[in-house]
Every structure is written in C-alpha cells, then in structure tokens.
C-alpha cells in the first residue's frame, strides 16, 4: 500500500517569496513517481511537476522544483518567486509505476494563499 | 496536453434517483480511464480503473452496484450514480490514459449534490 503525508494544512506566504510545501510517502514499491499536482478553486487537477524514483535528478519545471530526497521518502515541493496566481490547494501524489500517473494516492493537500 | 472533458460540471438531483457522469477524452483515444471522489476539504480518492470493452476494477470499499462505470468506446467512460443519497454528495473526477504506464490526463469534475 502507499500512503502520502502532508502536514501543512495551509499555509500564507507573501507574494514574490519562495516556499515550500512538504511532502512523505511510504510504499514498498521498488519503483514509483511522485506527483505535485495544483486544485484552484475550480476543481480541476493541474499538473504541476513529476519525479520519478530512479531519476538522479531533481524534477524541474518553470517555477516548480521538486525537492527529492529518496532516502527520507520526502517530494517537497518549491515554489519560486510565488505569485498571486498560485493560491490554490496542492496536492501530492504517488503512482505505482515509474512512470505514468494511473492509480494515483493522493495526501490531504495544502491550501497555498499568496498575501499581496 | 490533451484533453478530458466531464458533463456536466455541476449537478443537483434527489435523493434516490440516479445521476450520470461522462468522461470524454476528446483529441486522443483513452485505453484506461479512472474515476476519483473527493469530499469537500478532503483528498481525492481513487473509485475505481476502466478498461474500453471490458468490467471496471474497483478499489477496496467501493460499491460496483451503486457506482456503476461503462467505458463502451475508445472516448467516453460513464459513471452512473445510482440511488443517490445525500452521502454521495461529492467532487467527481476522471483522468484518462492512452495506455497503461502512459500520463492520465485530468477532466474538469462534476460537482454531485443530492438533496
């Protein structure tokens, strides 16, 4: 089974700062991707970064960067120069594979609210 | 990206009728489709996975009878709530995949109210 944790509920970062938002899993997967995915107030699921668990690198994305610490079981993400675009809830993810996003488990996200 | 599209986006129905949710992939052929609920402020959590042609595969908890999925065609996997009861009151939502291992690609959501 897989299991994702977040633990910031929320969080209120000032426009233009970086932040970061955390992310564990668990699996006993030998391999898996990671996901960061963003849910404004809409509801649709924006894709935002993937990390996939052989990859020696670090994910990145534009503004999006994934902090990939395997040995920690730990896929923050950061989010540079933080926008007034980018309130929303973030949610990360896991899938079974090492690639592809089917079956996916998501953590309990975290509402993102940039303060102008 | 491609694109999922779900119809409709919002509905409102009472309690004990059934409901039906579409999940279109619209400019790519879609082998597996699945469906996710999330209940206000919560996670998505994964329904069950379709295959074009063949019975859906449903998590552990979820109950076939009353969430009834059809992926008759190559574009399109339907979701029928059926009975509904407030209880099933929830985000909807689809992803749609060329194949197995390949990136699933979200649709809007139906956002589902029974009264």
């Known amino acids: 089974a897989q299991k994702i944790t977040q633990t910031q509920p929320g969080m209120f970062v000032q426009e233009k700062e970086a932040v970061t938002l955390d992310c564990t899993y668990d699996t006993s997967d030998p391999s898996y991707g990671l996901f960061w995915y963003k849910q404004p107030s809409s509801g649709e699921m924006i894709f935002l970064i993937y990390q996939g668990s052989y990859d020696q690198q670090n994910a990145t994305e534009g503004r999006y960067s994934l902090n990939f610490q395997k040995a920690r079981k730990s896929a923050n993400l950061v989010i540079s120069a933080s926008q007034l675009g980018d309130s929303a809830m973030y949610f990360c993810a896991m899938s079974p594979e090492n690639f592809g996003n089917e079956k996916l488990t998501f953590g309990t996200g975290t509402r993102l609210t940039i303060i102008p | 990206g491609a694109v999922v599209s779900q119809h409709p986006s919002w509905v409102i129905c009472k309690s004990g009728t059934s409901v039906k949710i579409e999940c279109r992939s619209l400019?790519?052929?879609?082998?597996?489709m699945f469906w996710y609920r999330q209940f206000p402020k919560q996670s998505l959590m994964l329904m069950a996975t379709s295959n074009e042609g063949s019975k859906a595969t449903y998590e552990q908890g979820v109950e076939k009878d009353k969430f009834l999925i059809n992926h008759a065609s190559l574009t399109l996997s339907t979701l029928t709530v059926t009975s509904a009861h407030p209880e099933d009151s929830s985000f909807y939502i689809c992803s749609a995949s060329v194949d197995r291992g390949t990136e699933a690609f979200f649709g809007q959501g139906t956002r589902l109210t029974v009264v």
């Open positions: 400019d790519f052929q879609a082998t597996t």
